[in-house]
Nanobody, 127 residues
Framework: QVQLVESGGGLVQAGGSLRLSCAASGRSFSNYGMGWFRQAPGKEREFVAAISWSGGSAYFAESVKGRFTISRDNSENTVYLQMNSLKPEDTAVYYC????????????????????WGQGTQVTVSS
């Protein structure tokens, strides 16, 4: 069992930056692909970014490409989402998720393939 706890959300003005963290419990963190998803009010949960178990492969939604980066520190059991040039449409609850299955060539963008989820952290971008 893996527990995921997100932090770092908050209120920021458009054009600003936030860094989300997701701390994982458990000894197998370094074996898991990790993803970030988000859900805005009245909308479906959508993929944001994912990173492979080694950190060597990352994948981004088109809407955040060039603005967001994802990284991980396996020694700290933590994955990060650096969000720059934030826009009001980035407002959502952000969730991190862990995928037990190694996937090639890139980590998955499909929410249903992730096995563990955090409780989410709110990001609000004001215009």
């Amino acid at each position: 069992q893996v527990q995921l706890v997100e932090s770092g959300g908050g209120l920021v003005q458009a054009g600003g930056s936030l860094r989300l963290s997701c701390a994982a419990s458990g000894r197998s963190f370094s074996n898991y692909g990790m993803g970030w998803f988000r859900q805005a009010p009245g909308k479906e949960r959508e993929f944001v970014a994912a990173i492979s178990w080694s950190g060597g492969s990352a994948y981004f939604a088109e809407s955040v490409k060039g603005r967001f980066t994802i990284s991980r520190d396996n020694s700290e059991n933590t994955v990060y989402l650096q969000m720059n040039s934030l826009k009001p449409e980035d407002t959502a609850v952000y969730y991190c998720a862990a995928d037990r299955t190694p996937r090639l060539p890139a980590p998955s963008a499909v929410a249903g393939l992730y096995d563990y989820w955090g409780q989410g952290t709110q990001v609000t971008v004001s215009s």
